[in-house]
T-cell receptor, first 113, second 113 residues
Framework: QKEVEQNSGPLSVPEGAIASLNCTYS??????FFWYRQYSGKSPELIMF????GDKEDGRFTAQLNKASQYVSLLIRDSQPSDSATYLC?????????????FGIGTKLQVIP | ETGVTQSPTHLIKTRGQQVTLRCSSQ?????VSWYQQALGQGPQFIFQYYREEENGRGNFPPRFSGLQFPNYSSELNVNALELDDSALYLCASSFGGLDSPLHFGNGTRLTVT
């Protein structure tokens, strides 16, 4: 079982629709959860972070966390073609005194005009 | 505030050679971590440095080594290059806490022939 699992996609949504990206993790001790966006050939950039169960909204983005189900998701409302990218889920836990960050494979999102 | 910078941008090496990649962390950050990202995969953790000491390491052989300097800049050294070392190498800096997001540089694309 992978530590952080994501569907690699591609996930195709029409412009203006809601894109739903999902991620599950195996370490129950995980404490912080991040979503990064990565355009092709570029480095990851932070989109959202969430630490507590529930929803966190920032503009068109909403992160959702359910620690009991070991599940974190990212919703993108009013999807735009510029949102087309790979979205990486990252999970942080304390491993022997350092911040261990584990990434999923990433979900490729395609927003169709 | 200066961001994370990496050099060089691209590099082509021959199998068996050695390579050094460099990273300047974002101002104020004291922790640097290195990731290897193969095509179509998520970033894989190589190691992390905090105050010039390696305090975490992923599943990479000893021929991957590093340094962090007093100004928090860092180097990644890879000896005896193999074809599978071809990847995007990402440097990320942070404050090191569990809730501290990673700030990535633009990466170094290494090709081993």
């Amino acid at each position: 079982q992978k530590e952080v699992e994501q569907n690699s996609g591609p996930l195709s949504v029409p412009e203006g629709a809601i894109a739903s990206l999902n991620c599950t993790y195996s370490d129950r001790g995980s404490q912080s959860f991040f979503w990064y966006r990565q355009y092709s050939g570029k480095s990851p950039e932070l989109i959202m972070f969430i630490y507590s169960n529930g929803d966190k909204e920032d503009g068109r983005f909403t992160a959702q966390l359910n620690k009991a189900s070991q599940y974190v998701s990212l919703l993108i409302r009013d999807s735009q073609p510029s949102d087309s990218a790979t979205y990486l889920c990252a999970v942080t836990s304390n491993s022997g005194g350092y911040q261990k960050v584990t990434f999923g494979i990433g979900t490729k999102l395609q927003v169709i005009p | 505030e200066t961001g994370v910078t990496q050099s060089p941008t691209h590099l082509i090496k021959t199998r068996g050679q050695q390579v050094t990649l460099r990273c300047s962390s974002q101002s104020g950050h004291n922790t640097v971590s290195w990731y290897q990202q193969a095509l179509g995969q998520g970033p894989q953790f190589i190691f992390q440095y905090y105050r010039e000491e390696e305090n975490g390491r992923g599943n990479f052989p000893p021929r991957f080594s590093g340094l962090q300097f007093p100004n928090y800049s860092s180097e990644l050294n890879v000896n005896a290059l193999e074809l599978d070392d071809s990847a995007l190498y990402l440097c990320a800096s942070s404050f090191g806490g569990l809730d501290s997001p990673l700030h990535f540089g633009n990466g170094t694309r290494l090709t081993v022939t």
